[in-house]
Nanobody
Framework: QVQLVESGGGLVQAGDSLRLSCAVS????????MGWFRQAPGKEREFVAG????????GYADSVKGRFTISSDTAKNTVYLQMNSLKSEDTAVYYC????????????????WGQGTQVTVSS
C-alpha cells in the first residue's frame, strides 16, 4: 500500500507562484512513478505532470509546459509541483497519484491517489 498526502494549495493572484508537495509513505521506491492531476468544477480530472521516482524522467501537459516543474526528493519521499505564472484557468483541486512502472498521462493507470489540495487563482 502507498499513502499520499498533498499540501501547499491556497488562494493566489494571477501571475503568482505556489509549490505543492506530495508526501509518500508505505511501499515506495524505484518501482513507482508519480503523477500530478487536477480537476476543475464540472470538468474531467486531467493530467498535469509525471515523473519517475528517481526524477530522471518527466513529462507535462501542454497547458502547463514552461510554467510548472515536477520534481522528487527521494530522501524525503516527497514529490513537488512548482507552479509559476499561475492563471485563473489553473484553478482546480490538485491530486497526487502513484503507479508502478513508468508514469502515464492516463488517470486510470494510477493505483493510489491523495485526497487533493485546492488551488484557486484569482484574476
Amino acid at each position: 500500500q502507498v499513502q499520499l498526502v498533498e499540501s501547499g494549495g491556497g488562494l493566489v493572484q494571477a501571475g503568482d507562484s505556489l509549490r505543492l508537495s506530495c508526501a509518500v509513505s508505505g511501499r515506495t521506491g524505484s518501482s513507482y512513478a508519480m503523477g500530478w492531476f487536477r480537476q476543475a468544477p464540472g470538468k474531467e480530472r486531467e493530467f498535469v505532470a509525471g515523473i519517475s521516482w528517481s526524477g530522471s524522467n518527466t513529462g507535462y501537459a501542454d497547458s502547463v509546459k514552461g510554467r510548472f516543474t515536477i520534481s522528487s526528493d527521494t530522501a524525503k519521499n516527497t514529490v513537488y509541483l512548482q507552479m509559476n505564472s499561475l492563471k485563473s484557468e489553473d484553478t482546480a483541486v490538485y491530486y497526487c497519484a502513484a503507479k508502478t512502472g513508468y508514469w502515464s498521462r492516463a488517470k486510470q493507470a494510477y493505483t493510489y491517489w491523495g485526497q487533493g489540495t485546492q488551488v484557486t487563482v484569482s484574476s
